[in-house]
């Protein structure tokens, strides 16, 4: 997607003028900067529920939430998955900003 909006961006360049240009080139650096941030917020929350979980777990024992800990397990590690994603997207969004 970020590539995609590079590549437009510098499409366009040429029918446009110098000013117009860079004012396109300044939106695309402020999305960037806000996708950056609310994938940074997103990371944070979910290894902050993570550890949460983990911690929560071993405080009370194998037998804490017995019945639903399995389901919870399941969606944490999708949440871990999740986040990896996340860390990979931001790495290639912050490279494709970087090409200008």
């Known amino acids: 997607m970020v590539i995609a909006t590079m590549r437009l961006v510098s499409l366009n360049k040429e029918r446009q003028t110098a000013s117009d240009h860079e004012i396109d080139q300044q939106t695309v ?5 806000k996708q950056l941030l609310l994938n940074e917020k997103a990371m944070k929350y979910i290894n902050a529920w993570t550890v949460t979980w983990q911690n929560t777990k071993e405080e ?6 017995k019945d639903i800990a399995a389901d919870i397990d399941k969606r944490s590690n999708d949440l871990e998955r999740l986040g990896e994603g996340l860390k990979e997207a931001s790495a290639e969004l912050e490279w494709c900003s970087q090409q200008k």
């Open 29 to 33: 650096d402020q999305e960037v900067r």
């Open 60 to 65: 009370n024992g194998k037998y804490f939430l």
